[in-house]
């Protein structure tokens, strides 16, 4: 628990809002932000780590450097890994083209091995600079024609403005492919951190199709990974890939599908029914094929899923169940699939509610009005984990599954160690990502996990990127 | 070329050093800044945040807000917070982007001060310089805030010192800053105050009943200016790591303890001595292994303090490479500021053995013996287990050479 500095005698007051009373998508009045230390969410520098044999070179204020560098270091990866450090003189000698030109030469000349592709990451002060990003370009091609270069970028004071450094690191990811022949037997599942889970609905459907499935994170090399340019249909399922997915299509020209996650089953069957289209539509996958594969996938995850919620639900009774925003991208529709089946769902740590979420924010203000939305980054949530252990500690909670967690934030903000670890949806998707969460909710219940060193490690599942 | 690193680390930045420096004395630090900073902070340079409920947020500045110069959204929202919350001060420290607008601190920080009533600090880093430069602006300021007039002096007490210049990204929390304080008391003297680690804002306000500080790293040194100027309190300059470099350590101090107290006792009109500076053996006069040469990279006091253990106690030869700021007057003729990879590089050329932080390994000669000594400033929390206790346990470095 916190050692209080302040000596503060009275309890802080934790922000949070009955659902009901929520606005939409901001429930929250944004302020001063409180950082926890949850690190399991993956940053830029994971992501880029996923093409093989890359290289990265981050132009920014040492300030920046930092946290990137260590992420760096910590994934075990400092081989691929080089800085140009802005400095002050760099602001008002207007020279910042030529200190990314030479900075980023300078590092290639220095390498052991010459990388095949470099990701040179500019940032917000390349932006207020009005930094000629295009020269810079241009002229690092001209020196470097072997390597492939793309521009990728830190700058989050660009979050509120168009894409997000999330969807637009994602995109970049694709940024290097060269276009070659589309092949119909050939398609790619884009945009995840994680890998998708070989006994996912979408995989055993695509392997039902006859199709050649790429996916970054099981490229081995720099060639496996132009390999996925073949593809004539690429899909992806995490909502910040999506604009990377409609780029790669407009430049190499397959057809993408974004496939929506969810946990209701109307919405995940519609969503493979539309994927089920295009597959037939655009590869060499006959359609009575995909609609049977199809048919069995939707009947046994029904079933399954039925069961594990029996299952699951008799195992853990009434405990409070939080859930919170990085376990997934849909937390609102895993509240629904829960409080519909009897789970005791008390509360979700989300900052605001993605837009997906919108009809089931509307559905659980109407059915379950009571249940409780706490941010993770007001300034008072410094204060949630000593709060909500005293309050347990209060109620003679402090013993057993007193609260199960679903999601990092939500573990540690509850101070417990029944949680479960996974971040981003775990490579989860359509019927497999209920009964996959159900078990790991059964396997948390069950047994205690060490949460304060678990969640402080960054990037949970970045030894993908390890190769 | 400068500025660049293949492949070593980056030291701890000015704003972090901040937010280090006051995280102990109850206050509220918020990093001007759009994101990130407060995750880097807290993940790789706060040691502390998982177990004491320090306050330290970022403003989530957004591209609007730095165009449009809307400082009144930071205004308000660290006045909604502050009112909330009730921090003992209040501090803003800058990144890049504010920096670049021109961004005001002072001013920000007397609008908040004349709203909250709560002291606050506008401290203008910039996010480019390291955590030294911001450790050091941060313990000036409290220095010249919140220290108090000394009571009555009692001619028979102990000497009484205040240790600057502490925290975790110099000497971790492996015990290293408790360490000090008992070799301190063990020896006679008294410690008033531990800046900024142990003690609260209470007994650091205190900080003026002291004969004398003891300055055990660069981010030390503002505050010592602070107090020798408005209390003519003299600084010594030194960890007091090994048996012969601490006993010059203690002399130092117990002489410059006795004649300021003979001066505030006397009132005497030559005044005090200032800061002194520890006595160092140079290079040349004892060299008793000619061809050896020890290469000390890190921050300038602690790595020159580890440098006078290796020649007192190993009579190597030493040259320290100091990539954080160190004032002039600090470093020995032969020893260098070595900020960037291409700076170092050549400087260990002719060392036998180098003393650095893990990640700078991958840069050092093939022929030199690499030995280990991980800083927070530099590798974060990856190698803390390792990090030695130097002043219980100075052999943990010694013995290897």
Same mark, same amino acid.
């Given at each position: 628990?916190?050692k ?28 001063? =932000? ?62 910042? =083209? ?44 001209? @020196? ?22 999330? &969807? ?6 694709y ?48 060639? =496996?990974?132009q390999?996925? $340019? ?10 910040? $890939?999506a ?16 496939? &929506?996650?969810?946990?209701d ?10 994927? $089920?289209e295009v ?18 996938? @939707? ?11 029996r ?24 509240? @629904? ?8 769902v ?17 559905y ?43 999601? &990092? ?10 949680f ?21 909710? @059964?396997? $948390? ?10 969640? &402080?490690i960054k ?9 | ?15 972090? /050093? ?18 990130? !900073?407060?995750?880097?902070?807290t993940?790789h340079?706060?040691?502390?945040w998982y ?27 660290i006045c909604?917070?502050?009112?909330q ?36 600090? /506008? ?5 480019? +310089?390291?955590? #030294? ?8 300021? #409290?220095?010249? %805030? ?5 009571e009555a ?33 063990? +020896? ?9 680690m ?32 408005k ?29 300021? %107290? ?28 000619? +061809?050896? *040469? ?9 790595? *020159? ?8 106690e190993?009579? *190597?030869?030493?040259?320290?490479l !100091?990539?954080?700021? !160190?004032?002039?007057?600090?470093? %020995?003729?032969?020893? %260098? ?11 260990l ?21 690499f ?10 929390? #990856? ?14 470095i010694?013995?290897?050479?």
């Amino acid at each position: 628990m916190l050692k209080r500095i302040n000596d503060k005698t009275e309890h802080a007051v934790i922000p949070g809002v009955r659902i009901a009373d929520a606005g939409f998508p901001a429930p929250f009045r944004s302020g001063l =932000e409180y950082s926890s230390p949850a690190r399991g969410t993956w940053n830029i520098v994971h992501t880029g780590m996923l093409i093989p044999e890359s290289h990265e070179i981050y132009v920014c204020a040492a300030g920046c450097l930092r946290g990137v560098v260590l992420t760096a270091a910590e994934m075990g990866t400092m081989d691929r890994f080089s800085t140009v450090a802005i400095r002050e003189h760099n602001l008002l000698d207007g020279d910042m =083209e030529d200190l990314v030109i030479e900075g980023v030469s300078d590092i290639i000349g220095k390498l052991p091995k010459r990388p095949p592709a470099v990701l040179v990451y500019t940032s917000c002060v390349h932006h207020f600079t009005g930094t000629d990003l295009d020269l810079i370009y241009a002229r690092l091609r001209e @020196r470097f024609p072997d390597i492939d270069f793309t521009d990728c970028y830190m700058n989050p004071i660009m979050r509120k403005s168009g894409l997000t450094p999330d &969807q637009l690191m994602r995109s970049r990811l694709y940024m290097l492919l060269h276009e070659r022949p589309l092949s119909e037997s050939a398609v790619a599942v884009i945009g995840n951190d994680l890998p998708t889970l070989q006994d996912s609905d979408l995989i055993r459907l695509l392997r039902a199709a006859g199709l050649k499935i790429h996916e970054i994170t099981s490229c081995r090399n720099y060639e =496996e990974y132009q390999q996925m $340019a073949e593809s004539s249909v690429y899909i992806s399922y995490n909502p910040d $890939a999506a604009p990377g997915g409609d780029m790669l299509a407009e430049r190499l020209g397959g057809t993408h599908q974004y496939l &929506q996650l969810s946990f209701d089953e109307d919405e995940i069957d519609a969503g493979f029914d539309r994927l $089920a289209e295009v597959l037939s539509e655009k590869t060499t996958a006959r359609a009575e094929d995909v609609i049977a594969a199809l048919a069995v996938i @939707r009947s046994e995850g029904r079933n399954e899923a039925a069961d594990a919620l029996r299952e699951t639900l008799e195992l853990i009774g009434d405990t409070p169940v939080v859930i919170d925003y990085t376990f997934c991208p849909r937390p609102l529709s895993l509240a @629904r699939l829960l409080l519909d089946n009897g789970f005791k769902v008390t509360k979700v740590y989300a900052d605001s509610i993605p837009g997906a979420d919108r009809p089931d924010f509307e559905y659980l203000q109407d059915h379950y009005p009571d249940l409780m939305l706490h941010p993770t980054v007001h300034a008072a949530m410094r204060f949630a984990a000593t709060e909500n252990t005293c309050a347990a500690e209060e109620k003679g909670q402090a013993d057993g599954c007193r609260v199960l967690a679903i999601g &990092q934030k939500a573990a540690y903000f509850e101070n417990t160690n029944h949680f479960v670890n996974v971040v981003e949806g775990g490579g989860m998707i359509g019927y497999k990502a209920i009964t996959g969460t159900l078990q790991l909710m @059964r396997e $948390a219940y069950l047994n205690e996990k060490p949460m304060r060193d678990l969640v &402080q490690i960054k990037g949970l599942g970045c030894e993908v990127c390890v190769r | 070329m400068k500025q660049t690193a293949r492949i070593i680390s980056t030291y701890s930045a000015d704003v972090m /050093g901040v937010s280090s420096a006051l995280f102990e004395l109850g206050g509220m630090t918020v990093m001007h800044d759009a994101s990130g !900073c407060n995750s880097t902070y807290t993940t790789h340079d706060e040691p502390r945040w998982y177990d004491m409920d320090s306050m330290v947020y970022i403003s989530g500045l957004s591209e609007m807000e730095a165009i449009m110069g809307d400082d009144e959204k930071l205004i308000g929202d660290i006045c909604d917070a502050a009112e909330q919350l009730s921090p003992k001060f209040i501090a803003i420290a800058g990144t890049p982007i504010p920096t670049m607008t021109g961004f005001d601190f002072e001013a920000v920080a007397e609008v908040i001060e004349s709203r909250t009533g709560i002291p606050t600090f /506008g401290f203008p880093t910039s996010g480019m +310089n390291t955590y #030294i430069h911001g450790a050091f602006m941060a313990l000036e300021g #409290i220095a010249g %805030r919140f220290v108090t007039e000394p009571e009555a002096l009692d001619p028979d007490s102990p000497y009484k010192v205040n240790i600057l210049g502490l925290t975790p990204l110099d000497f971790s929390v492996v015990g290293q800053d408790a360490s000090i304080a008992k070799w301190l008391e063990e +020896n006679g003297l008294s410690v008033v105050s531990k800046w900024a680690m142990g003690s609260s804002l209470e007994e650091i306000s205190r900080a003026a009943e002291a004969d004398v500080n003891l300055v055990v790293s660069a981010a030390g040194l503002g505050a010592a200016r602070i107090l020798y100027r408005k209390y003519g309190i003299p600084a010594v300059i030194g960890v007091p790591v090994g048996s012969v470099q601490s006993d010059h350590i203690w002399r130092a101090l117990t002489r410059a303890a006795r004649e300021y %107290r003979q001066f505030r006792m006397t009132d005497d009109t030559e005044g005090p001595r200032g800061i002194t500076r520890v006595k160092i053996h140079p290079n040349e006069l004892d060299p008793a292994k000619e +061809n050896e *040469l020890v290469a000390v990279i890190g921050e300038g006091i602690t790595s *020159l303090s580890l440098a006078n253990a290796i020649r007192f106690e190993k009579g *190597l030869r030493t040259r320290v490479l !100091c990539a954080t700021e !160190c004032p002039d007057g600090i470093l %020995r003729k032969w020893d %260098r500021m070595t900020p960037d990879e291409d700076d170092i590089i050549p400087e260990l050329a002719d060392a036998t053995a180098v003393i650095a932080d893990p990640l700078y390994k991958p840069i050092c000669p093939a022929g030199a013996k690499f030995i280990p000594l991980p800083s927070e400033a530099f590798s974060g929390r #990856i190698f803390r287990k390792d990090i030695p206790d130097l002043v219980a346990d100075p052999d943990a470095i010694l013995d290897q050479l």
